[in-house]
């Protein structure tokens, strides 16, 4: 696929996703997914995979679950935390 087709569909898409959340007195925030599945998303610790280890298991807090649900969790934590001023660091420092 053309890159910058990929690149306008996604910002169209979240155009039309803020005009949504705008119309329902919400809003989105944009969460930078690069590096959530190589954090635990219950502990925050690293668990670093390569790309074909689709399990993620940590050994601090023995969390067990698909990787790509470990990102989705973390993900949202990043989006809720930044949203409620919570003290949750970004992958930025964390990387
Ligand atoms: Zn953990």
């Known amino acids: 696929m053309n890159k910058s087709w990929s690149d306008n569909g996604v910002a169209n898409f979240v155009q039309i996703l803020s005009q949504v959340a705008q119309k329902y007195g919400t809003r ?3 969460v930078n997914p690069r590096g959530t599945s190589q954090y635990c998303s219950g502990c925050l610790n690293r668990v670093s995979k390569t790309l074909s280890e689709r399990w993620h298991y ?3 807090c023995t969390l ?6 470990n990102s989705a969790v973390l993900i949202k934590k990043l989006a809720v935390g930044s949203s409620q001023d919570k003290k949750l660091p970004s992958l930025a420092v964390l990387l």
């Not at 067990?64 to 649900?69: G, K, N, V």
Request: include cysteine; charge should be negative.
């Open 64 to 69: 067990s679950c698909d990787r790509d649900y």
């Open 58 to 60: 940590c050994d601090v």
């Open 28 to 30: 989105i925030i944009k």
